[in-house]
């Protein structure tokens, strides 16, 4: 450590090849640490503009941005200047984020007949601008992506991220300021977050898998069966009592830690992948939410538990939702621990009829053709009071796969509820269900709980854009590791 806060080599003479100028300066990302002069180190990062150098002042070294030797970023010309620049051009003072901190630069656009605005030659430098006006600050594709998995792994906020990058920067040469770039980054992340979905979606590549909506940008399960994708040409003229082979079967629960608080929100702040991820829009449930929650005869509050055995509804109690606008949400899972894209919905209290019906068909999306469906839910024997009405007068077209969907208690719950619960929807009495257990959506929540300290922080739209990118991680992760 000590050893670092030297070089042999400086002060001294340049050790670049055929110059004789004084060693001032070394790089502290190169590796090996080359002493050179100012003009040699400014051309030796002639790609490589991001990176921090080292001055002698005659008695330490002085951390410094290449700014400081006279750089300057030239963009189109693989970092050569332009020969368009006009003479009395001068550069941008630009401020950019990359991953090793806030970095101050001078920089030129290309000039030349024909070329490119500079929103797209910034993109194209793989600078991600924080405004589309007067733009003076950007962030390297790098430090975004690094925030995109860090953000789905370690679910950490953005405001703490920016303050690492903060800390660890350089300030201003008098005052060691830096200023904050919470706010800019904050838009920008979001922005490069959900373009990274449609890329990964395959929408880009007309990527078409059949009963999957076109503007779905979910990472889909490819073990469920998917007719005209993964099953075989004849599985239709499977025998009835082998129709459970070609079964899928779903998996709901609530999650009262993906809480959103009641705060002064932005009213016009819309979620960028509205209807296309895993949550429900709340458009799509306005009717049902204002009737329920504030027509002049309310409906019951939350599904009513006719189980006398199942005591864990008593623990849901009115207090523990105050203050928030969102209690959690419920999310439908299939059986290979995959989010189902439309399968979520944001809760207001406990969880309802309404919530459940809304997020079972979301699930359904893209099973029309299958024979057999299953669904397992902690509460399943109160669900199905009354659900061919309620789809009667609400989803009529679906009323053919209720009538026949398989709903079946997890194996874990159901020992809250009475013996003929316990009987009547055991996954070991039901043909074609084997050893299933039905749990398998409880398994994100340990991970997923964590980003409830920054969603419930969150304004509404934010929110569902940080729950959508953290459930196509979760199926992303679990596709990839399926061949293992």
């Not at 994708?229 to 609530?254: K, M, Q």
């Not at 329920?292 to 939702?321: L, M, N, T, V, W």
């Not at 043909?431 to 997923?448: I, M, S, Y």
């Not at 934010?462 to 293992?484: P, V």
Request: contains cysteine.
């Amino acid at each position: 450590m000590f050893w670092k806060d030297q070089c042999p080599g400086i002060p001294g003479e340049c050790q670049t090849p055929g110059c004789t100028g004084a060693a001032t300066t070394r790089c502290r990302e190169c590796h090996a640490k080359k002493p050179s002069c100012a003009d040699c180190a400014v051309l030796a990062h002639r790609n490589l503009p991001f990176h921090w150098v080292e001055i002698w002042n005659g008695e330490y070294f002085e951390r410094s941005d290449l700014l400081d030797l006279g750089f300057v970023l030239y963009l189109g010309h693989h970092g050569s200047p332009c020969p368009n620049i006009p003479t009395r051009g001068a550069p941008v003072a630009f401020v950019i984020v990359h991953i090793n901190e806030v970095h101050r630069c001078k920089l030129h656009y290309c000039h030349c007949p024909g070329s490119l605005s500079q929103l797209r030659q910034l993109v194209r430098a793989d600078l991600f601008p924080a405004t589309l006006e007067r733009i003076e600050t950007a962030f390297t594709c790098e430090v975004l992506e690094r925030f995109h998995v860090d953000y789905d792994i370690s679910k950490r906020s953005t405001q703490d991220f920016v303050e690492i990058l903060k800390v660890l920067s350089t300030g201003d040469k008098e005052t060691g300021e830096v200023k904050d770039r919470y706010r800019d980054f904050m838009i920008s992340s979001r922005i490069y977050r959900h373009l990274t979905l449609v890329k990964r979606s395959g929408r880009q590549h007309q990527v078409v898998i059949p009963g999957r909506l076109q503007q779905d940008l979910t990472v889909p399960c490819m073990t469920c069966p998917i007719p005209g994708f993964n099953l075989p040409s004849n599985w239709r003229d499977t025998p009835e009592h082998l129709r459970y082979l070609h079964r899928i079967v779903f998996c709901a629960d609530g999650n009262y830690s993906l809480k959103k608080k009641t705060k002064p929100d932005d009213a016009h702040d819309m979620a960028l992948s509205s209807g296309q991820g895993y949550i429900i829009p709340h458009v799509d449930m306005k009717e049902y939410l204002t009737k329920k929650y504030h027509g002049k005869a309310p409906e019951p509050e939350d599904i009513p538990i006719i189980c006398s055995g199942f005591k864990i509804p008593r623990s849901q109690r009115p207090g523990k939702f105050k203050h928030v606008d969102v209690s959690g949400v419920l999310s439908f899972m299939c059986d290979h621990l995959h989010f189902r894209p439309g399968g979520t919905a944001d809760l207001q209290t406990a969880e309802t009829w309404g919530h459940f019906d809304y997020c079972l068909a979301g699930a359904l999306k893209g099973t029309e053709e299958l024979f057999e469906r299953g669904v397992s839910y902690d509460v399943i024997c109160s669900s199905i009071c009354h659900i061919l009405d309620r789809f009667e007068q609400w989803k009529p077209e679906l009323l053919p796969i209720i009538r026949e969907l398989k709903m079946l208690l997890p194996k874990l719950h159901m020992h809250a509820h009475k013996d003929l619960c316990q009987i009547v929807y055991a996954f070991c009495y039901a043909h074609g269900f084997g050893h299933r257990h039905g749990e398998g959506v409880e398994t994100p929540w340990a991970e997923l709980n964590i980003a409830g300290l920054s969603t419930r922080e969150m304004t509404a739209g934010a929110r569902h854009d940080a729950l959508t990118s953290l459930y196509n991680y979760w199926n992303w992760q679990k596709t990839q590791k399926m061949g293992k």
